[in-house]
């Protein structure tokens, strides 16, 4: 029998000292986990996942794998999260897409075998504008540095695998640059 609960969640930020509550629903709360909590939490109030500390009853909820039903959770019963920092998750999310996307297509690429690059149908000239529009769009995320909100984008950025696409966006730009210049190989 599926069960949806209702629940509450205070949230502070320590970006802007600010706090708040939301009423979120958890459709077959009985076999959902924490972790499950903590993306449902993501998306009402764009906290990233990594960022998140969830207390239930004045305890830290480490185990992100634990089930609620554990807990003796009860309708009406309230989370406390506390984060880092608001990011624009949506406006990320589009942007690491596209760059996911060309990352999975460079890597299906160079499994046949490494294009030239002067070849305008293959190799990076195909990904280029994409490439180009993800990246650009993704860097204005990240600025200032320092700031709070910078830092809790960058870090749903490696959440959701940004990180891992960008690596194998470089790696095909050095292969490409070694395929044409052949006397920078050093042995």
């Not at 994409?130 to 990240?142: H, I, K």
Request: proline share 3%; charged share 25%.
């Amino acid at each position: 029998m599926e069960i949806d609960m209702e629940f509450y969640v205070h949230h502070s930020c320590e970006n802007e000292r600010e706090t708040g509550r939301t009423k979120l629903t958890l459709s077959d709360f009985d076999t959902k986990s924490v972790r499950d909590v903590k993306y449902a939490i993501q998306d009402a109030i764009q906290a990233p996942v990594c960022d998140q500390k969830l207390f239930y009853q004045g305890q830290p909820l480490t185990d992100d794998n634990m089930l609620l039903r554990r807990l003796y959770f009860r309708e009406g019963d309230c989370f406390h999260v506390q984060f880092l920092a608001v990011a624009d998750i949506p406006g990320i999310s589009e942007l690491l897409d596209v760059l996911k996307v060309a990352a999975q297509e460079i890597v299906e690429s160079l499994q046949r075998e490494l294009p030239s690059i002067e070849d305008n149908s293959s190799g990076l000239w195909r990904f280029y504008d994409r490439l180009v529009y993800a990246v650009e769009g993704l860097a204005s995320f990240f600025f200032p540095w320092k700031s709070l909100r910078s830092v809790a984008q960058r870090h749903y950025f490696v959440q959701e695998g940004g990180f891992d696409a960008f690596l194998e966006v470089l790696k095909f730009s050095r292969q490409l640059y070694l395929v044409e210049h052949p006397e920078d190989v050093t042995e």
